[in-house]
């Protein structure tokens, strides 16, 4: 009878660790358990450059972090005061517009013709 008591020790014992595995499992998987409400890192965007490579913005506290990502090492880009970061076609909007292909290929076939008859007498 002491063998039928702790096999039902050892197997209450396994039941209850798996439903404590189980619950923390679907916690996590639901987003319930999420430690990121009070950090004082936070990732504004990221963009990614290549295969491993990336540029993140970070915020911390009162400041905005520009930041290079590889797998060997961040660097500091650039720094930012709070609330600078412009998101969508306003930033977009203000570069300076470029040619697209057929323009610039009908430009540079158009240009030197134009050149070479009004070098000849």
């Known amino acids: 009878m002491a063998e039928a008591d702790a096999l039902r020790m050892v197997a209450s014992l396994a039941f209850i660790v798996f439903i404590i595995l189980a619950g923390a499992w679907l916690l996590r998987r639901t ?7 009070g950090q004082a890192v936070k990732i504004v965007g990221a963009q990614s450059l290549g295969a491993r490579s990336s540029i993140v913005v970070v915020q911390v506290e009162d400041a905005q972090l520009v ?55």
């Open 31 to 37: 987003g319930l358990l999420r430690a990121g409400g």
């Open 67 to 121: 930041v290079g990502v590889t797998p060997q090492q961040i660097t500091l880009l650039h720094t930012m005061p709070p609330g600078q970061l412009t998101t969508g076609p306003e930033s977009v909007s203000d570069l300076p517009r470029q040619p697209n292909f057929s323009q610039a290929l009908r430009a540079a076939l158009s240009g030197p013709r134009k050149s070479r008859t009004s070098m000849q007498p």
